[in-house]
């Protein structure tokens, strides 16, 4: 895939057949054992938004608006009054799009010359524009450089047609794993992603050093230089006083935060970092919070990672959202919260995510109680490998193969589903009994229903249903006693499970691809 993180996939599908034991509960219940030896500092969610629709009320669609692009891997909007939309092209090139006029044929510029764009993860890869690029016409790039493929953060001066290098990371053993995200934060400052130097496992121990920029996302000042550097690092960064650290280090115990950006309106941080191959992982951090240690290769999501590198006494942040890959994802594209003008009303304050094998659209928003909501809401076009945002915060997203851009648009649409549940719990087992509601006007001839379950949480034995688990999906399909669901009526399933400690229900469903209710 373009310039999104390489996965290593070691998972194999398990079936739990009805009333027969499953067998995925060795190698879960093992991890999550070593889990509770190691504390975990929970990531504070900020305070729910006031709109009063539900997730699953919410259908995100798009539209193509051009097509022509090779390999596009991240958008920008220059706030200049033009309405004009920068997007990178692995290769090297940026070009423009306009909403009246199209996509220009004559690229905006051309580094080709300085870009390796080898393997399927090198390239130019990420674009942030200054509060004062009206004004300065300098942008920055994030790109692996030849001849060498270190991993490099330069400003481009328009003005000029200059190139002028400011960083790099020595990134020659693998390809993958280049990171590669840009954006100023609400403090003005550039922040810049850098994944772990690739390869399978962490093999160079990279996300858990401080003395490399592997497996980071950095914060340096670029309005302004101190020499020798050609930057100047905030003395308020984390590990400026720290021996041996490099001080440009803002977060650390990252993979590969292909795609990170900042709320608007509270500043807070979201990064979609991409996993190894049995979680992909969302993180939400409050403003300002720099330090943290967000886990990997201690951790891939919530679950202890085998063979990797955990300090003794470490804390570590635990992200905010998770999902497998056995939901068909492979890699998770990190969007934006929706702070626009056009659906303010129906998706102001949530966060829009997708990945780039299934194309699920991801929405989560925090509930208020330190948790989050969460649904699948539609899907994106295949392959998108950037979300971006206009000026006035509408969303676009770019798709690798055949090189797209989409706009993306939202409306409400009640869902045809509703599910409530009960769980009974005890010790470390559980039944959990669900009622599925046709809440639409058609009957619902064959059905599947999708979920996935808490970590640790493993089926023995389930009822009314032809059960599959593999990982945490599980998908539930209907038995011939009770295939069709009329308008207005019920069908009951359950099933047992053993559990580690976590006998919550699932947090969110979806019948026959659909988003569902979620009732008690």
């Known amino acids: 895939m373009s310039a999104s993180p390489c996965h290593i996939h ?203 920029l592997l497996g980071k996302i950095m914060r340096v000042d670029v309005s302004r230089a101190c020499a020798p550097l050609a930057y100047c690092v905030p003395g308020d960064n984390p590990f400026v006083d720290t021996p041996g650290a490099r001080p440009e280090i803002w977060l650390y115990g990252l993979r590969n935060p292909w795609r990170f950006s900042f709320d608007r309106a509270d500043g807070s941080m979201w990064i979609g970092d991409v996993g190894q191959g049995r979680w992909e992982e969302i993180d939400h951090l409050p403003a300002g919070r720099g330090g943290l240690n967000l886990g990997w290769s201690c951790y891939e999501g919530l679950e202890k990672f085998e063979g990797g590198d955990c300090a003794p006494g470490a804390q570590h942040t635990e992200p905010v959202f998770t999902y497998s890959p056995y939901t068909g994802g492979c890699s998770v594209i990190g969007g934006h919260v929706y702070r626009g003008r056009e659906y303010a009303g129906l998706v102001g304050g949530v966060y829009i995510a997708t990945d780039y094998c299934s194309s699920t659209v991801w929405a989560l928003r925090p509930d208020g109680r330190g948790g989050y909501e969460q649904a699948e809401i539609g899907e994106m076009p295949t392959q998108v490998t950037s979300v971006g945002t206009t000026v006035d915060g509408e969303f676009y997203v770019v798709n690798d193969l055949p090189g797209g851009l989409h706009r993306v648009s939202f409306a409400q649409e009640e869902p045809t589903c509703r599910v409530d549940r009960t769980v009974t719990a005890w010790g470390t087992g559980a039944t959990v009994d669900l009622t599925v509601t046709n809440t639409g006007g058609t009957p619902v001839s064959g059905w599947t229903l999708a979920f996935p379950l808490s970590l640790g949480q493993t089926v023995v034995s389930d009822w009314n249903t032809e059960l599959f688990q593999g990982g945490n999906a599980v998908s539930a399909a209907n038995a011939p006693h009770n295939a069709t669901i009329a308008p207005g009526a019920s069908v009951t399933l359950g099933y047992l499970v053993e559990h580690t400690g976590d006998a919550s229900p699932p947090p969110r469903f979806t019948l026959n691809g659909d988003a569902c209710a979620v009732g008690r």
């Open 10 to 212: 070691d998972h194999h599908s398990v079936v739990a057949p009805r009333r027969r034991p499953a067998f995925l509960a060795g190698t879960l219940l093992l991890a999550v054992a070593a889990l509770l030896l190691t504390a975990l500092a929970p990531s504070p969610a900020a305070a729910a938004d006031p709109s009063p629709v539900p997730l699953p009320s919410i259908s995100a669609t798009t539209t193509q608006v051009a097509s022509g692009l090779r390999r596009p891997t991240a958008l920008a909007a220059p706030d200049d009054g033009t309405d004009r939309l920068f997007i990178t092209e692995k290769s090297g090139r940026v070009r423009v799009y306009h909403p009246d006029i199209g996509l220009a044929s004559a690229p905006l510029l051309d580094i080709t010359s300085s870009v390796d764009e080898s393997g399927n993860e090198r390239g130019l890869l990420g674009i942030a524009l200054p509060p004062d690029f009206a004004d300065s016409q300098d942008l920055y790039l994030a790109y692996t450089a030849l001849p060498d493929g270190a991993v490099t953060l330069a400003r481009y001066r328009l003005d000029e047609s200059r190139l002028e290098p400011l960083l790099a990371q020595p990134h020659a053993e693998y390809s993958n794993h280049n990171g590669g995200q840009l954006a100023f934060g609400p403090d003005g400052k550039l922040y810049w992603s850098i994944g772990d130097g690739g390869g399978s496992g962490d093999p160079f121990r990279s996300g858990q050093r401080l003395d490399t």
